[in-house]
């Protein structure tokens, strides 16, 4: 089982009320919703199912239109049950099955079929998923939205919410909030019209955020093609930890869904279709939004916004500071960087702030976030300032991902023996740590590609080949250094030995 843990960019410029009130709203909306669902599905599922089997045997019985919409509805998208359940030569389905079967009076026969079908409306109309769920033999306009805020289960919301989250509140960040807002509730009822469309005449209640969360993923791959989602993989009852670019396991995930609904069709209780619709929905208006300058327009109004915020916070700080106001300007920058956490001049003034105080670690932690907000921009030669700053000051290492992001640095700047060098120390300082099996693989290549060193490559893949960090993701990718590290040594001494 594969779960998705985060993503390389789990910070925004603001809090993202929009996705948290998306969240606030279903898990409210469950906790209000599920006795009562669960109360009215088995007794619901009953009546249906009585209808079915009494029309089946009696095809001559005159059904109500409520019934008759329910038949009309599962022989069209359940044709195959149909015909079993008409068979003469079939096994008894349970006791109400027997029991009609044992009646031939035609007129108590219709009056049972009055009476289910009295029965049937009378608690339709009460039940939460006949009038709010998404029923695609008779949409509403109000099913289209409400469908989307109820969940079957825990385990149905959890998954969602958890989708949601990650996907989200960074489109949120780059999208604003009320482009965000629009687009995550026309999603909704796309997904729902696309399951409409593959589920014609259907009669059985669809539910959940599934298919606009399905849009919010669409819409991530669109935008973050290649950020790095990092994963859990559950096999065998031990956990492994790996980093996949949206590029490919988001296509990966919808060609699932797309054979998931082709091989199970009607027959599954998951809305494989729904959340196909969804993605392709959420992939296409982002990139509508993208080429119309849309998003320019949002993200310049949200710039707008910090920005006066923060000069004028930032301008209230710094003057604290000409005055030496420290304690009191400290509470004022550290409430400004919980809110706007890539507030590099926040984060700078913290740094002063701690040095004039003489909180060497408080500044150390301060320089690693500056550092980091710098690489996330690109701008390698100041993340390596920041590095040096953070030695020089007495720091000894630096969080693992924030090394390893700043020893790809130093490969964009094909400066690839000080990459080595610091992959080195990294895989040193973080013996149990992931990046540093990531730093060893990363320093064998180097040395492989880049340095002209396929002995020290080949001692590098042959221990991580032996490390105790679980690695079975990237087990192919080490034999195959192993083996091309092999292959240039050979050659090399090939080479040599015709040169003698």
Sequence with gaps: MLIPIKHENMEARRWPVVTLALIAINVVVFLFTM??????????????????????????????????????????????????????????????????????????????????????????????????AFVPA??????????????????????????????????EDVWGRWLY????????VAALQFYAWSNPGSTTPTLGASGAVAALMGAFLVRFPKMKIEMAWLFIFKLYRFKAAAYWLLPLWLFAEIFYGSLLGNNSGVAHWAHVGGFLFGALVALAIQHSGLEHKANQAIEEKIAWTNDAELEQASSMMEHGQLAEALPLLTKHVALTPNSLDAWNMLRQLHTRQGNTKEYLDATVKTCAIH?????????????????????????????????????????????????????QAYPTERQALT????????????????QDALALYQAAAMSPIPHLDWETHIQAGIKEAKGAISSGTAIAGGAQ
């Excluded at 108590?108 to 608690?123: G, I, M, P, Y």
């Excluded at 730093?439 to 396929?454: D, E, T, V």
């Design 181 to 188: 807002s629009i687009f995550y509730l026309i999603a909704g």
């Design 375 to 427: 690489l996330r921009a690109h701008e390698v030669e100041a993340a390596f300032q920041d590095y040096a700053e953070f030695i020089d000051s007495g720091g000894t290492k630096m969080p693992a991902a924030t090394w390893l992001e700043l020893c790809k640095g130093a490969e964009e700047l094909q400066e690839f023996d000080r990459a080595f060098a610091e992959y080195q120390q990294l895989a």
């Design 439 to 454: 730093a060893q693989l990363s320093a064998a290549r180097l040395c492989l590609k880049k340095l002209g060193r396929p």
């Design 35 to 132: 006795s009562a669902i669960d109360d009215e599905a088995p007794q619901l599922g009953e009546l249906k199912s009585h209808i079915l089997i009494l029309a089946a045997l009696h095809p001559e019985l005159k059904l109500q239109a409520e019934s008759q919409q329910l038949v009309d509805g599962f022989k069209q998208s359940h044709p195959e049950q149909w015909k079993r359940v008409q068979s003469p030569n079939r096994e008894i389905i349970n006791t109400y099955d027997a029991k009609m079967k044992m009646i031939e009076d035609t007129s108590k026969l219709q009056d049972e079929a009055d009476r289910l079908n009295t029965q049937f409306v009378s608690l339709s109309k009460v039940s939460i998923t006949e009038q709010y």
């Design 138 to 171: 008779r949409p509403t306009a109000l099913t289209y939205l409400t469908a989307n805020f109820l969940h079957g289960g825990w385990m149905h919301l959890i998954g969602n919410m958890w989708f949601l989250w990650l996907a989200g509140f960074v489109l």
